[in-house]
């Protein structure tokens, strides 16, 4: 996925590891978007364009069970005099400016059916409300987020597919109501777990 700013482009993809840390067993697959990221993206960007009078825009995007849900998003809240502002990536929460992503967390499957835009869960979800961390790697020609999470198995399964998914604010004065969507999921090769195995997972979304 990319996009272009004056004559420049920007690319960016996603990138997951399964990694079953008794047995060794390594599954490495590029994930395919969901029509959410450009959608709230495309928002963001054009609360940009106006961050002193506060733009809010509403974008439709697909929750977990694949309902159709509109978000609000509107600026950086900014102070002059009685007027209170508000800027890209953040979401009215009464008085006080509260980021629109509020969580993210993996999820682990064992679906087989390739991944496609319009996906909005796993296929078969086998683990879910995965904790992760993050970290920046920046490089001459890249920048690098990466996710990571690790885990103890809560049973046997067999992991085929992984989702990355974030808890969003719905938005709107005085909202503190939230919705699951996903972002990214990918269809890997089988990994295999026992109860109790240790599983660690990492998800790397690179800029170019």
């Known amino acids: 996925m990319g996009f272009k ?10 990138k997951f590891e399964v990694i079953n ?5 390594k599954a490495v697959a590029e994930g395919v978007f969901t029509r959410n990221l450009p959608r ?15 733009q809010e825009e509403t974008v439709t995007v697909k929750d977990v069970d694949g309902n159709d849900v509109v978000i609000v998003v509107v600026g950086n809240k900014q102070a002059s005099g009685s007027t209170t502002s508000y800027g890209a990536l953040e979401a009215i929460m009464a008085t006080t400016a509260i980021t629109i992503v509020v969580g993210a967390y ?7 059916t390739s991944p496609t835009p319009e996906d909005y869960n796993l296929e078969t979800e086998e683990v879910s409300g995965i904790a992760l ?11 690098t987020i990466e996710l990571t999470a690790s885990l103890t198995s809560p049973k046997a399964f067999t992991c085929s597919e992984v989702g990355l998914f974030m808890r969003i604010l719905k938005g709107g004065e005085n909202s503190t109501e939230t ?3 996903l972002i990214d999921r990918a269809v ?3 990994v295999e777990f026992a109860e109790n195995d240790p599983i660690a997972i990492r998800y790397a979304l690179t800029f170019t």
């Open 21 to 25: 840390l008794r047995t060794g067993e």
């Open 179 to 181: 919705v699951d969507i």
């Open 188 to 190: 890997v090769s089988s």
């Open 106 to 112: 993996f999820k682990l499957g064992s679906g087989t």
């Open 5 to 14: 700013v004056m004559v420049r482009e920007f690319k960016f993809a996603g």
């Open 133 to 143: 961390a993050n970290a920046v790697k920046e490089e001459s020609s890249s920048t």
């Open 40 to 54: 709230i993206l495309g928002a963001l960007w054009r609360c940009l364009s106006d961050v002193v009078s506060g």
